[in-house]
């Protein structure tokens, strides 16, 4: 599949402006000037400017080679994200600092010595010149401006705190962080090449191998157009500057990503939350690229003349490919320096292994020595084999809630300056539910995480069923977060010859319907039900008596939103089997407190009425 590329005239103009008018901005840069500020501000600001060159600075051999070390042993490897320092955000809540292979905490004080600080602020980032002014405007509140903080000392973020009321909060703050790196990046590449010119003597070190440093994953094109959007407003001041000129290519986003006649209008469905994550365009099948000039900004250029690639994962693993695929790129993503990973917790309900493969396609070295811009300014720590890029790269993991596939995903790039992790606390949901609605929580004791899918089996299979299929209870509604567990059940159930339902995300409409009638009517005694076509359809289901939580649900409000359903009767149970490993789904349902207490407690049984 052919990437996407503007049109001659588009690319021609914006290469031509490109060496003019960024070299200008470079020289502003240089120079260190912030406008009207004292001189205590702008030798703080020039201070805090450094943190972009100290980060991505060149290495001689000797640091090269003692990173190489720390980095390849296996024992700071496992040590590479041990608990670090703790300490409060203002704006944000708990935070933990995991330790990098060569990182000092905020305080420079050894970890070891010092285990929490009361509060911590991040430093105040310096901006580049050309934004500097809009930044303000654009970021909104105090909130997004302290997580722009957190952003500017290039250590991993793990937020999982991502409002979906508020999508444009923390949204703000990363599309700031992104053109305010691109236009350093592309300034100090700029300003070098100029001389360069002057002295071919001078050798600079200032770059990666392809052009595009900064990739936004994002799940709908609905968001992309938020981000986008944005983005423009920073760059070129799109629809903030009254004398600003048009994005280019701006027609044609509109009509691929703005909300089309054909899309919910959000009042059709009754579920606030659905109308939350759907509003607008929802294609899952998307990726643009775009770069800046002096003045304008480009939509739609080819990836390999981009600085910013926005995308969601399906779009890019259709480029990406497989092996043994013939027409294949992934060369484009050789030097991405800022992995935004945005509404994860979307991307956990398409197909997860997109997101993965597409990420394991970062920082490798090109397999096609064309595509590179200029191997004598290519950063030597990029050029090690294999590449140390990863290790440099900021990745940046936004969701409604933890999960451990974004915990490895935000751990997995290995920046050797660490990882600030934001630790939510929660209430639960318990307060949500009706008062004599019998609820019983088992706990699953399990040897190992590897064999928790087959204990979870077997004591649901020897407790739970038979204590329905017993006493032949009926409309039992049985919840599965994991498509891999709702067919083992599906299986064992056939093989039983069980009197069920079922509904997933491949069900079709009209089975559907069928299913929730037979629920309804009393037809079948079980209906087995997926988390995920939960999560794309929220519809409203009658004649539940009794509730079987197989997992629990990822999405916390899943749980009072599903025990609404249940028909008002003295009989009606719910019964939630949990394993220690589920205990960042726990705590979300019960709250942060009652989840330390109940894996620790010796019943393994907990009720709440």
Same mark, same amino acid.
């Given at each position: 599949?052919?990437?996407?590329?503007?049109?001659?005239?588009?690319?021609?103009?914006?290469?031509?402006?490109? =060496?003019?008018?960024?070299?200008?901005?470079?020289?502003?840069?240089?120079?260190?000037?912030?406008? $009207?500020?004292?001189?205590?501000?702008?030798?703080?600001?020039?201070?805090?400017?450094?943190?972009?060159?100290?980060?991505?600075?060149?290495?001689?051999?000797?640091?090269?080679?003692?990173?190489?070390?720390?980095?390849?042993?296996?024992?700071? $490897?496992?040590?590479?994200?041990?608990?670090?320092?703790?300490?409060?955000?203002? $704006?944000?809540?708990?935070?933990?600092?995991?330790?990098?292979?060569?990182?000092?905490?905020?305080?420079?004080?050894?970890?070891?010595?010092?285990?929490?600080?009361?509060?911590?602020?991040?430093?105040?980032?310096?901006?580049?010149?050309?934004?500097?002014?809009?930044?303000?405007?654009?970021?909104?509140?105090?909130?997004?401006?302290?997580?722009?903080?957190?952003?500017?000392?290039?250590?991993?973020?793990?937020?999982?705190?991502?409002?979906?009321?508020?999508?444009?909060?923390?949204?703000?703050?990363?599309?700031?962080?992104?053109?305010?790196?691109?236009?350093?990046?592309?300034?100090?590449?700029?300003?070098?090449?100029?001389?360069?010119?002057?002295?071919?003597?001078?050798?600079?070190?200032?770059?990666?191998?392809?052009?595009?440093?900064?990739?936004?994953?994002?799940?709908?094109?609905?968001?992309?157009?938020?981000?986008?959007?944005?983005?423009?407003?920073?760059?070129?001041?799109?629809?903030?500057?009254?004398?600003?000129?048009?994005?280019?290519?701006?027609?044609?986003?509109?009509?691929?990503?703005?909300?089309?006649?054909?899309?919910?209008?959000?009042?059709?469905?009754?579920?606030?939350?659905?109308?939350?994550?759907?509003?607008?365009?929802?294609?899952?099948?998307?990726?643009?690229?775009?770069?800046?000039?002096?003045?304008?900004?480009?939509?739609?250029?080819?990836?390999?003349?981009?600085?910013?690639?926005?995308?969601?994962?399906?779009?890019?693993?259709?480029?990406?490919?497989?092996?043994?695929?013939?027409?294949?790129?992934?060369?484009?993503?050789?030097?991405?320096?800022?992995?935004?990973?945005?509404?994860? =917790?979307?991307?956990?309900?398409?197909?997860?292994?997109?997101?993965?493969?597409?990420?394991?396609?970062?920082?490798?070295?090109?397999?096609?020595?064309?595509?590179?811009?200029?191997?004598?300014?290519?950063?030597?720590?990029?050029?090690?084999?294999?590449?140390?890029?990863?290790?440099?790269?900021?990745?940046?993991?936004?969701?409604?809630?933890?999960?451990? =596939?974004?915990?490895?995903?935000?751990?997995?790039?290995?920046?050797?300056?660490?990882?600030? =992790?934001?630790?939510?606390?929660?209430?639960?949901?318990?307060?949500?539910?009706?008062?004599?609605?019998?609820?019983?929580?088992?706990?699953?004791?399990?040897?190992?995480?590897?064999? %928790?899918?087959?204990?979870?089996?077997?004591?649901?299979?020897?407790?739970?069923?038979?204590?329905?299929?017993?006493?032949?209870?009926?409309?039992?509604?049985?919840?599965?977060? %994991?498509?891999?567990?709702?067919?083992?059940?599906?299986?064992?159930?056939?093989?039983? $010859?069980?009197?069920?339902?079922?509904?997933?995300?491949?069900?079709?409409?009209?089975?559907?319907?069928?299913?929730?009638?037979?629920?309804?009517?009393?037809?079948?005694?079980?209906?087995?039900?997926?988390?995920?076509?939960?999560?794309?359809?929220?519809?409203?289901?009658?004649?539940?008596?009794?509730?079987?939580?197989?997992?629990?649900?990822?999405?916390?409000?899943?749980?009072?939103?599903?025990?609404?359903?249940?028909?008002?009767?003295?009989?009606?149970?719910?019964?939630?089997?949990?394993?220690?490993?589920?205990?960042?789904?726990?705590?979300?349902?019960?709250?942060?407190?009652?989840?330390?207490?109940?894996?620790?407690?010796? %019943?393994?049984?907990?009720?709440?009425?």
């Amino acid at each position: 599949m052919a990437l996407d590329k503007p049109t001659p005239a588009a690319d021609e103009d914006s290469a031509d402006e490109d =060496e003019e008018s960024l070299a200008d901005d470079a020289a502003v840069e240089g120079e260190g000037s912030i406008g $009207e500020a004292t001189a205590a501000e702008a030798a703080e600001a020039t201070a805090l400017a450094g943190r972009f060159a100290a980060h991505f600075g060149d290495r001689d051999e000797e640091q090269i080679a003692e990173l190489k070390e720390r980095l390849g042993n296996a024992a700071a $490897e496992a040590s590479h994200h041990k608990p670090g320092l703790k300490a409060t955000s203002r $704006e944000h809540g708990p935070i933990q600092f995991t330790a990098g292979s060569v990182w000092a905490p905020p305080d420079r004080a050894p970890v070891a010595e010092k285990k929490r600080v009361a509060v911590y602020t991040p430093p105040e980032a310096a901006m580049h010149p050309r934004i500097a002014e809009r930044v303000g405007a654009v970021m909104g509140d105090e909130a997004a401006a302290e997580f722009f903080g957190h952003l500017s000392t290039y250590r991993d973020v793990l937020y999982p705190s991502r409002s979906i009321d508020d999508p444009e909060g923390i949204m703000r703050a990363y599309t700031a962080h992104a053109v305010n790196h691109v236009l350093k990046a592309r300034a100090q590449v700029l300003r070098n090449s100029k001389k360069v010119k002057k002295d071919s003597d001078q050798e600079y070190r200032d770059q990666g191998f392809t052009r595009p440093t900064v990739l936004i994953l994002a799940p709908y094109k609905s968001v992309a157009h938020r981000i986008v959007t944005l983005i423009a407003e920073l760059a070129v001041g799109d629809g903030v500057d009254p004398g600003a000129k048009p994005v280019r290519n701006r027609a044609r986003f509109e009509s691929d990503f703005g909300a089309g006649e054909d899309d919910p209008d959000e009042a059709q469905h009754p579920n606030g939350g659905y109308r939350a994550y759907f509003d607008g365009n929802c294609d899952d099948c998307f990726r643009v690229g775009m770069n800046f000039t002096r003045t304008t900004m480009n939509l739609y250029t080819d990836f390999y003349h981009s600085d910013i690639i926005v995308a969601s994962p399906l779009g890019l693993r259709l480029i990406v490919g497989s092996d043994g695929e013939e027409r294949r790129d992934f060369d484009f993503l050789s030097s991405i320096e800022l992995l935004v990973v945005d509404q994860a =917790e979307s991307l956990l309900m398409q197909n997860w292994q997109h997101t993965v493969d597409v990420v394991n396609h970062i920082n490798n070295t090109p397999t096609n020595p064309s595509v590179v811009s200029d191997f004598t300014r290519v950063r030597q720590w990029a050029l090690e084999v294999p590449s140390m890029a990863r290790f440099f790269r900021q990745t940046v993991v936004l969701s409604a809630f933890a999960a451990p =596939e974004l915990n490895r995903l935000s751990r997995g790039g290995g920046n050797y300056e660490g990882c600030v =992790e934001f630790r939510p606390q929660f209430t639960g949901q318990l307060e949500y539910i009706p008062s004599d609605l019998h609820q019983a929580f088992h706990r699953i004791e399990c040897t190992a995480l590897a064999s %928790s899918a087959d204990e979870r089996f077997e004591f649901f299979v020897k407790k739970v069923l038979p204590e329905f299929t017993s006493k032949e209870r009926q409309h039992v509604f049985v919840y599965i977060e %994991s498509y891999f567990d709702f067919v083992r059940l599906r299986n064992h159930f056939r093989r039983e $010859e069980m009197s069920f339902a079922q509904i997933c995300e491949y069900t079709s409409t009209s089975n559907v319907s069928r299913a929730r009638s037979y629920l309804f009517h009393g037809e079948r005694q079980f209906m087995l039900y997926t988390g995920r076509f939960h999560y794309h359809n929220r519809p409203r289901l009658r004649g539940i008596k009794h509730v079987i939580f197989y997992g629990l649900p990822q999405y916390a409000e899943f749980y009072p939103e599903l025990l609404s359903y249940v028909s008002a009767d003295d009989e009606a149970t719910v019964t939630a089997l949990y394993t220690k490993y589920d205990a960042l789904c726990l705590q979300r349902i019960v709250g942060t407190k009652r989840t330390s207490a109940m894996l620790k407690a010796e %019943s393994s049984v907990h009720v709440f009425v």
